[in-house]
C-alpha cells in the first residue's frame, strides 16, 4: 500500500474513491510548515464552464512550503495498482513525502503528497519529455499559463472544497480559511471571502456555505 496525503476537494472521502476506489484508513491529517495557494488554472472546472475568465475566478489550490504553518487534509492508503491513476490526477504538481500526524492521534508517519510551482517555466522544466506531451493534450488548446499570480478561486471548486473541509471537521474548515492563499501569497482565504462581502460559517450539515453574494 502507499501512503498519500490529499488536500482540496480530495479531502471529502466520496472525492477521493472516485479515483481510487479501493482507499483504507482514511484519516483527517495534519502536516507542518506548508500552506495552500490558489494559484493554478483549474483546466477541468474551465473545460466544464465552471470559471469565470471575465474575473479570473479560474484556480484551483496546491501545496507550498512554508515555515511556521500547516495544512490539515486527509491522509489513506491506496493499493500500488492505482498510483498511476493518482499520479495522473496530479501530473500538474510535483511529488514529495511529508511528515503527518492523525488528527485523533492514531497514527502518524509519512505520506506522498503534491506540490505546486511557482510559475510555468519551472512547471514544465520539472515534467519528462512524455508528461509534457500529455501536459500539451490536456490543455487542449488553452494557450496560457497554467500557473498564474493574477488569478482567483474558481467559485464552483471553492464550494466543493469548503463542503469538504466542513464535513471533515470545524479545525479542519478553519485551517482551511487561515492556511489558504491566493495567487499573491498574501492574501489569505479568510481574508478574501470577507473582501467579497461573503459570510462563511461553519456547518456541520453544510447546507450553504456562502452567503452575500449578489
Known sequence: MIKIFGLGTLVLE????STYPHLQNFKISRTPDVVR???KVNLRAAFRGDVDWDTLEVASCFMEPCAGQDIIGVTFDIPEDEWPAMRLREIDYRCREVPFTALDGSEEGTAITFFGFRNDAEFMANKSDEDQKYIHEQRRGYEGAIYRNDIFPAQSYLEKCLRAYCAAGEDA???????SYLADRTTNLADYVESKGDTLAFDQTCPVLIKGRG
Open 14 to 17: 466520496e472525492s477521493a474513491r
Open 37 to 39: 495557494v490558489f494559484g
Open 173 to 179: 474548515y478553519e485551517n482551511f480559511l487561515e492556511s
